[in-house]
């Protein structure tokens, strides 16, 4: 089974602020912008409405205006709240981790600390859940983010590693590693944070 991990950098305090907003404005917007990834992605999920559970736009609806929610589908809400995530922010480059298999994001932070880089965590973008008032999202998927300061941190310490020190690490490791430091650069550029979802 493989998994992927989404990342995006984006203004997370403007992310935040979409949650329970009642900004009818912005829903219509995401609707317009994304009508045919939306209308695919009800199709997959065509048994959730069957059974009396929101479409993924009732799901971004009910995040909008802060509820309500229907606990038994957290997952649709979670996923409702990344298209909100990707409208306000801008996909990063993920070929690294998408598709990977088990295990890899710990794998890649393994490497990351064994050289000093801590300030960030791949397996933190991971294992997390969205704000409340979202019902979490369950096993099917996990969000998380790393702030501004977290990514410039986080970049300090990947300055500090010689090359030495790299070129030890397994070479695709060290790739996914790198990667994951151009997604901090890119925010720290911008003056953003980085989110990600996993699934």
């Known amino acids: 089974m493989s998994f992927a991990l989404m990342t ?3 203004d997370l305090d403007v992310l935040h602020a979409s949650v329970g907003s009642q900004d009818d404005k912005l829903r219509r917007m995401i609707g ?22 929101p ?7 009910a995040v909008i205006e ?16 990344k298209w909100i995530c990707e409208f306000h922010g801008r996909f ?29 965590s791949v397996t933190g973008l991971s294992y997390g859940g969205p704000p409340a008032p979202i019902p979490s999202s369950g096993m099917e998927s996990g969000c998380g983010e790393w702030s501004l300061e977290e990514c410039q941190k ?20 060290l790739e996914a590693a790198q990667s994951a430091m151009e997604w901090c650069r890119t925010a720290a550029t911008v003056g953003r944070g980085v989110a990600g979802f996993f699934s």
């Open 8 to 10: 995006y950098v984006v």
């Open 32 to 53: 317009g912008r994304f009508k045919q990834h939306l209308d695919f992605y009800d199709s997959q999920f065509d048994h959730v409405t069957d059974e009396g559970g």
């Open 55 to 61: 479409s993924i736009r009732d799901a971004i609806r």
């Open 66 to 81: 802060g509820g309500p929610f229907d606990e038994q589908y957290g997952f649709m809400y979670g996923y409702a709240y």
């Open 92 to 120: 990063l480059d993920n070929s690294d981790f998408s598709p990977m298999r088990a295990g890899w994001l710990e794998t890649v932070d393994e490497g990351l600390k064994g050289l000093g880089v801590s300030a960030v």
């Open 154 to 173: 986080a970049l300090e310490q990947w300055e500090a590693v010689t090359d030495e020190a790299k070129s030890d690490l397994d070479p695709y490791v």
